[in-house]
Every structure is written in structure tokens, then in C-alpha cells.
């Protein structure tokens, strides 16, 4: 393993660091104060440090330092996670994933927000009140730390933001005043099985002041008892010190979550505890080849402090044993939190793929070994019958789970959309929540990729047009604040994402009369409110007067609409002027398989998803209607449907064919409104296995992709959308004309 | 293996007393036992604490065992790696008591 896959594995468990701290920094934002919630925020900006530290990335390691620094306020009661705060931790963890790109692929951060928000730290972590203005005055001071004439310290690079210490400004008014901490450090075993040790970390901390220590070995079993890697003892530390409390803290960093450890200004007339300390001799240069073989190439990085010596260390580690040094850090947090996340392995995305098209061949065959079976099998109970028949079964649990392999939580998409919510309302000065529910819903890692897009613009959209203005919200008697709802959930095979919003809804005559206005629907057209709704996601639409930088450049819900299509999936919406707005997306949950209905149209054999089929029925010749030049109605329960021949839109035959010689399929289509398809026969349904017509062949119009049949043939799957859509004529400009081009 | 046991009693500590080294001296205490001891620390110059845990618990067995165990030599690093962690290096002695 080199040195720069160690570094994508980093990058990798960055991403899962920012998330867990996105996700707890959103919770201690709806007031969750559970004390695990701010430790894990912190576990995840410090990993995030350690591991960017062992490869040098200085703008990372210092920015999280400073934000580390103010988690660490929260972490020890000295700073209230009110919202304001919240609100300067959560553009702190944008801009750590900023500088976590920026660091992984290059690129641009932007350094004025994150300078200003290191002050906006520093200004919290000072014990100021964040104001909405910036600028606090008296962050920069940086502290005079006498004590850098003693041991070489704090010169390893790594806090090149200067920092102050003005939350502990009674200690050095004390004047170059020293503190006595007590110190109690009682290590685990984990501590020494990921390559610290208790020794270090103890001659690192008498570096920094004078210590008597007093070893607990009460612990010890007995020689043929004990096992010899595991930790029994503890110790009582009395350290006198100039340095502050962090300092101190910091010597244990990397090893803070495998210890017990306590760090407390002593009380100066009450001396620690009545424990025979013996005092450390400051002379331990015997002890400075220690570090000696392991870590051989970073000798002179532990003749630094802590920070420096442990980041070094922890490179080293990684070098030797081939573990990631991100690993190393992560690991801290994993072992705490993790033993309840259950063990999971990373594998790469392309063996997943390669499987999951691998079983798609398997299943194709599998059908073509039965298909062949059935042909020369006339009495259908020869054992090769039945053994095929427990095949079939057997692959299509193999294929359940391949695909539950690739299945990821929504949860990442989600939580970027929270960003793109606080930055959005931050321009336009709305106040808006994002709530979700609903993320752990799973979903293949396909669509997870691919609808990012769609919903990014949708809130975006949300945030720019949907939601008031604060002060039209209070006018209306709304909470000023506006919310945002984004739920997944799993429904009938499907995954159901909805955005809800509380803002205006939509302006329908608006939206009517610019429809109007860009020639997209006759001025005379009687549209129901729902399909006016749904003018919105006509190609070109857009409602917004001005065009800012959010939103309203011209792409519109139609793109997104399209995006959704692109994935099998269909987008609605629903809106009440005054409450707001509901879009409603339904996706496949995978776009390697889909169970259709195999039918026959002028010889050809078409899937048609299952999804969109409402019922089937065999029309009959009183329930057809005819109008106009060749339109046809079928009436069906006492409503009418337009008749569409698939054979005639898809350019299959020239002339319309008899309804009552073929089937009907009731489908719906996401724009509302059924539509009854022409089919001449079903032949049955079948889960199919996708194949791209893009990627292997060219788009075809109405069709959305391909499939291999049980005989070897190739089938056309059906899309259906795009095929009411081409019927749908007059009403609305069609988005594609499949009489014409197809 | 990085400690040597001699046939007279004898055992000279390896220069580093990692983790890795914890399990493999507590194998040869183990086989030690019974027997007087002396320790040779000359040649330490590192020594985790899983190793300095085994040495005192050797001490403890050997006490036990009314058998002799005494770290002889030592080098500079052991002894202020003791010192440092706060082990009284009588600790890291037994005293062989005649039956």
C-alpha cells in the first residue's frame, strides 16, 4: 500500500468524520445536549486533524485545531451551544469539508470565510457572544508564553492560527504564573494495541512542567493470571506547569479515548491527594533514543511536543504496519462508538458493479436454461424441471443480494442538502429549517449519485421562491422562520422522496399566464390546478422575475424532471397557495432490474414496468369512442381515457390497430392523468435485468432501455411517461415528438 | 527471540521491551519459575509499561515462590523509565527466603 492510497483511505474517513459531524452538530442544533452528541463532534474534527496532520496538511490541521479548540469549550460546559454558536459550528464543518476537497483534489477555498470564521471561533472560544458582526477585536493577542525557552515547544508547525488564550487570562495575570494540575491517566489496553505508549505519554507530559507521579499497581493480578498485553496500571500525575489546561490535555490526544483520564487545576491550599509522589527527574535525555527502530525516519519530530510527536508517530505507525494512518486516527473514534456499528469492509465500487452485472448475466441465462427446458419438457415434472425451478429462486435471492450491496442510506444526499439550505437562505436573508426524516432510507448507490442534482435545485428552488421573506411570513402569521421538509421513505418497491415547504405555494396565475405568455399552453386552455402545477416543469419554465444567482437561470424543474425520468422515476407536485408546496419524486431503488410486463405490439416484444401499470383489461367494443381524426376514449367505469396504440406512436405499424384485438394497460403518468396503452397481447411478467440503450446502442425515443429474454432476444423496455407525454398532443407542447422522429 | 535465558538462572533483557516483547517475556518468566533469577537490564534502552507490568509480577511470583529475583544491572533508560512512571525499583525484587 503507498503512501497516497493510505491518503484516499484518509479522504475516505474524512468524508464519514464530516458527516457524523454534520449529522451531531444538527442535533446539538435541535437541542439535543446529550453529552456523546459533543463528544462525537469533537472525536470527528479531531480525527479529522490528526490523520490531516500525519500528511502535512497544514491549512486543514489548523483550521481544525481552532474549531477543535471551540468543541473542546462546548465539550467542557464553558461554552452553551446556543444557535447563534450552532450557527458558526455548522459554516465551520462547510468549510472543513471545503478544505478537505480542496485538500484531496485541489481547488478553491475560499479563504476570507474560513479567516473570518476562525476569528468567529476564536470569538466563541474567548467566551464572546457571537454578533452578527465579525470582527472581534481582541482574538489576535497571542499568548506570551514564556515557557518556549525551556523545551523546544510548540514549533512544529502545526498552529500557524494564532490562538488565544484569553479564557485563561486570570492564570497568566497571575503573572508567568504556574498551576498545579492534577492529573489522573489510567490507559487502556486499545491504548497500547494501536501503538501508543503509556511511557511516551508520560515523558512527553514531564516535558512540560515539573511532575511527581505515583503509579497504581494495585491492579496487577498474578504473573500466571495476568495477560501480558493487557493494561493494569494507573496513575496519579501532580504537574506544575505555566502551560494551560489544553496543553496539558493535548500531550493525550491522540490516546484520549482509550484512557481514563482526568486533568484538574489543583486547588492551592488542598494539595492533590495523600499519594506518595515521586518526583520525575526533568533530565530524561536517556530516555530520547527511546523512540529509537519504530520510528526511526520522525526522531527529530519527537523531540517536539506532543502534536507534532504524536502526528509523526502516528505517520509512522502507518508506514510500518500498512494501516492507514486515518485509520489510526479514525480508529479512536471508531473503537468507542463503534463496537454497535457492526464490522463492515470497504470494497471497491467497480468489483460491486462487476458483480452485480455478473449475476444480471445469470439471471438472463438462467432464463434461457429454463425457456429451453420448458420447450423440450412436455410434461413439465422432470426433475431438471423442478431443479431449475429452485435456480430460479436461488438466483433471484442472489441478485436480492447484490443489490442490497450496492444499497446506501439517503442520509449523506440529505445532509449535503442542509448545507445548501443554510447557505441559500444566508443569501437571500430567509430564515429556514431543513428538517429530514427518513434517512437511513436505502437506496441503490446509482440513483443515491444521481439524484443529488435534481434535489439540490429543488431546494434551491424552495429556499429562493417557495419560502416568504421573513417579514411576508409574519405578515401572513407564519412563523418567521420557514421550513423545509425532506423525507424518503420506501413504498410498493419504490423510493418515495418528498420536499415540503411552508411557503406561498405556487402563484397559479402566474404561473398560467407566463405559460401564456411563452406560448407553452393556448390562452384559452382550461387547465385544472394541477396541471397548471405542473406547468412549472415545462421545458424553458421559469416564473422568477428577476434572475438571481440561485436559482431562475433559465434551467429549470424541467431539467430536474428530466433528471428524474433519467432514472426511471416519476416527479409530482402539489401545492396550496399560502401553506405551500409538496414535490413528491418516485424513484426505482435500483436501476439494474425492474419487474415488467412483457407484451406483444406488432410483433415486437416491449417491457412495460410494473410501476406505472395501474390494471390491465380487455376492451371491449361499446367502451371505445372515437373523435376527431384518429383520437379513441375508452371508457372505463364511467370515466373516460384516451387510447394510445403503442404500435402506432413508436412508429411500429402505420395504421391505428383494432382495440378490441388487443389489451389495454391502465397506466399513470406522473403529470396526473391515466392513459389506456394499446398492446396487442400480454405475455406475462418477468423481472428483467436493465440494459442501457445509451451506453450500448443510441437513445431511441419512448424507449427507455433494453433487456435480454429468456430466448436471447432483445426487448425494448417501455417509457411509459415518455409515451403519454408524445399522446398528450395539444394541451401541452410535446416534450418529444415520437410520431415524428421515431 | 529477544531475551536469552542462561542455564544458570540468569536473563538478559532485550534493548526494546515493546508491546511485542510483553507476551514473549512473560513466556520465559513462566518457564523460570522456581528457579533463583537475576535480571540483566544493561542493554534496555526502551521498555513499555506491558513489560515493566510482567517484571513486577515476575517479582510478586517469585516472592511467592520464596524464590530470588533481582534486576542486577541496569541501563540508564530503564532506570529512568522506572523513575519516570513512578516504579520504585524495589518493586522489581524478591528476596529468596530459606526453607
Redesign the interface.
Same mark, same amino acid.
Given at each position: 500500500m503507498d503512501m497516497n492510497e493510505i491518503k484516499e483511505i484518509f479522504f475516505q474517513e474524512c468524508e464519514e468524520q464530516l458527516a457524523e459531524l454534520e449529522s451531531g452538530l444538527l442535533k446539538l442544533n435541535d437541542g439535543d445536549r446529550d453529552p456523546e452528541t459533543v463528544n462525537a463532534v469533537f472525536r470527528a474534527v479531531h480525527s479529522i486533524k490528526g490523520g490531516a496532520g500525519a500528511f502535512g496538511l497544514e491549512d486543514l490541521v489548523a483550521f481544525a485545531h481552532v474549531f477543535e479548540t471551540t468543541l473542546d469549550c462546548v465539550r467542557s460546559n464553558r461554552l452553551e451551544p446556543s444557535q447563534d454558536v450552532l450557527k458558526v459550528m455548522l459554516k465551520s464543518a462547510d468549510v472543513l469539508a471545503d478544505l478537505t476537497n480542496a485538500a484531496r483534489d485541489g481547488g478553491f477555498v475560499d479563504e476570507s470565510r474560513s479567516r473570518a470564521l476562525v476569528k468567529e471561533l476564536e470569538a466563541l472560544a474567548n467566551g464572546e457572544t457571537p454578533a452578527p458582526s465579525v470582527d472581534a477585536p481582541k482574538v489576535v493577542a497571542k499568548a506570551p508564553e514564556p515557557v518556549q525557552a525551556a523545551p523546544p515547544t510548540d514549533d512544529s508547525g502545526f498552529q500557524p492560527v494564532p490562538f488565544s488564550f484569553d479564557s485563561f487570562g486570570d492564570e497568566e495575570a497571575e503573572g508567568e504564573g504556574e498551576q498545579v494540575f492534577d492529573i489522573t491517566f489510567r490507559?487502556r489496553r486499545e491504548l &497500547? #494495541?494501536k501503538?501508543n505508549?503509556? +511511557?511516551l505519554l !508520560?515523558?512527553d507530559l #514531564?516535558r512540560i512542567g515539573e511532575m511527581s507521579?505515583?503509579?497504581d499497581?494495585d491492579g !496487577? =493480578? +498474578?504473573?500466571?493470571a495476568?495477560d =501480558?498485553?493487557? $493494561?493494569? &496500571?494507573g496513575?496519579s500525575i501532580s504537574l506544575k506547569t505555566k502551560k494551560a489546561e489544553e496543553d496539558v490535555r493535548s500531550v493525550f490526544e491522540f490516546a484520549e479515548w482509550d484512557c481514563e483520564l482526568t486533568v484538574k487545576a489543583a486547588e492551592a491550599a488542598a494539595p492533590a491527594a495523600d499519594l506518595p509522589m515521586?518526583p520525575? =527527574?526533568f533530565d !530524561?535525555s @536517556? !530516555?530520547d533514543?527511546? $523512540?529509537? =527502530? @519504530?520510528a526511526s525516519a520522525d526522531v527529530s519530530a519527537a523531540q517536539t511536543e506532543s502534536d507534532a510527536s504524536k502526528m509523526a508517530a502516528a505517520a509512522a505507525r502507518v508506514e510500518k504496519k500498512e494501516t492507514a494512518a486515518a485509520a489510526a486516527a479514525a480508529a479512536q473514534t471508531a473503537t468507542t462508538a463503534a463496537a454497535a456499528a457492526g464490522q463492515t469492509i470497504r470494497v471497491d465500487l467497480d468489483r460491486v458493479d462487476r458483480l452485480i452485472n455478473l449475476v444480471g448475466e445469470l439471471v438472463i441465462n438462467q432464463a434461457m436454461l429454463s425457456q429451453s427446458v420448458i420447450e423440450n419438457d412436455n410434461n413439465g415434472t422432470s426433475s431438471i424441471n423442478m431443479g431449475l425451478e429452485e435456480l430460479q429462486q436461488l438466483t433471484r435471492e442472489i441478485q436480492d443480494s447484490v443489490m442490497a450491496i450496492r444499497a446506501q442510506p439517503v442520509k449523506p444526499v440529505f445532509q449535503r442538502m442542509s448545507r445548501i439550505v443554510r447557505e441559500v437562505a444566508d443569501m437571500v436573508g430567509k430564515s429556514i429549517r431543513l428538517v429530514t426524516e427518513g434517512e437511513n432510507t436505502e437506496v441503490d448507490k446509482t440513483v443515491i449519485d444521481k439524484i443529488a442534482e435534481p434535489l439540490t435545485h429543488m431546494i434551491r428552488n424552495a429556499v429562493d421562491h417557495g419560502i416568504e421573506t421573513p417579514e411576508k411570513r409574519e405578515a401572513a402569521g407564519k412563523d418567521p422562520e420557514g421550513t423545509i421538509k425532506l423525507t424518503a421513505k420506501h413504498r410498493s418497491g419504490r423510493i418515495l422522496i418528498e420536499l415540503v415547504d411552508d411557503g406561498a405555494g405556487i402563484n397559479r396565475e402566474r404561473v398560467k399566464q407566463k405559460a401564456i405568455d411563452n406560448e407553452l399552453i393556448a390562452p384559452d386552455a382550461n387547465l385544472s390546478d394541477e396541471e397548471i402545477d405542473n406547468l412549472i416543469f415545462a421545458p424553458g419554465f421559469s416564473t422568477a422575475d428577476t434572475i438571481s444567482d440561485i436559482s431562475g437561470r433559465g434551467v429549470g424543474m424541467d431539467v430536474v424532471k428530466r433528471s428524474i425520468q433519467a432514472l426511471g422515476g416519476r416527479i409530482s407536485i402539489s401545492s396550496r397557495p399560502g401553506h405551500g408546496s409538496t414535490f413528491t419524486m418516485s424513484l426505482p431503488l435500483t436501476l439494474a432490474v425492474l419487474d415488467g410486463m412483457v407484451v406483444t405490439v406488432a410483433g415486437q416484444t416491449l417491457v412495460v414496468p410494473l410501476t406505472a401499470i395501474v390494471e390491465t383489461l380487455q376492451p371491449e367494443a361499446t367502451a371505445i369512442h372515437s373523435f376527431g381524426a384518429n383520437q379513441r376514449l375508452i371508457s372505463i367505469r364511467d370515466s373516460f381515457c384516451p387510447l394510445v396504440d403503442v404500435g402506432r406512436i413508436l412508429n411500429f405499424r402505420s395504421v391505428q390497430a383494432n382495440p378490441v384485438e388487443g389489451v389495454a394497460l391502465l397506466v399513470e403518468s406522473e403529470g396526473g392523468g391515466q392513459r389506456a396503452l394499446m398492446v396487442d397481447a400480454i405475455q406475462g411478467q418477468r423481472q428483467v435485468v436493465i440494459k442501457s440503450l445509451e451506453a450500448n446502442y443510441t437513445h431511441v425515443p419512448g424507449i427507455a432501455a433494453a433487456t435480454i429474454l429468456g430466448d436471447g432476444r432483445v426487448a425494448l423496455i417501455l417509457d411509459v411517461d415518455a409515451v403519454v407525454s408524445a399522446s398528450r398532443g395539444q394541451s401541452l407542447k410535446p416534450e418529444m415528438s415520437l410520431a415524428a422522429t421515431g | 527471540m529477544a531475551t536469552k535465558k542462561a542455564a544458570s538462572g540468569s536473563l538478559k533483557l532485550s534493548p526494546v521491551l515493546d508491546l511485542t516483547e510483553a507476551s514473549a517475556l512473560h513466556g520465559t518468566l513462566m518457564s523460570m519459575r522456581g528457579r533463583n533469577v537475576t535480571i540483566d537490564a544493561s542493554e534496555v534502552e526502551r521498555v513499555g509499561v506491558q513489560c515493566v507490568q510482567v517484571l513486577i509480577a515476575g517479582a510478586r511470583a517469585w516472592q511467592a515462590d520464596k524464590k530470588s529475583y533481582v534486576v542486577d544491572k541496569s541501563s540508564d533508560a530503564f532506570a529512568k523509565t522506572m523513575q519516570l512512571i513512578g516504579i520504585d525499583t524495589d518493586l522489581l525484587v524478591a528476596k529468596e527466603i530459606s526453607k
Open positions: 490507559p &497500547f #494495541s501503538g505508549e503509556a +511511557a !508520560l515523558r #514531564s507521579i505515583n503509579c499497581i !496487577l =493480578p +498474578a504473573l500466571d495476568m =501480558p498485553e493487557d $493494561s493494569y &496500571f496513575w515521586v520525575v =527527574p !530524561l @536517556a !530516555l533514543e527511546v $523512540s529509537g =527502530p @519504530a | -
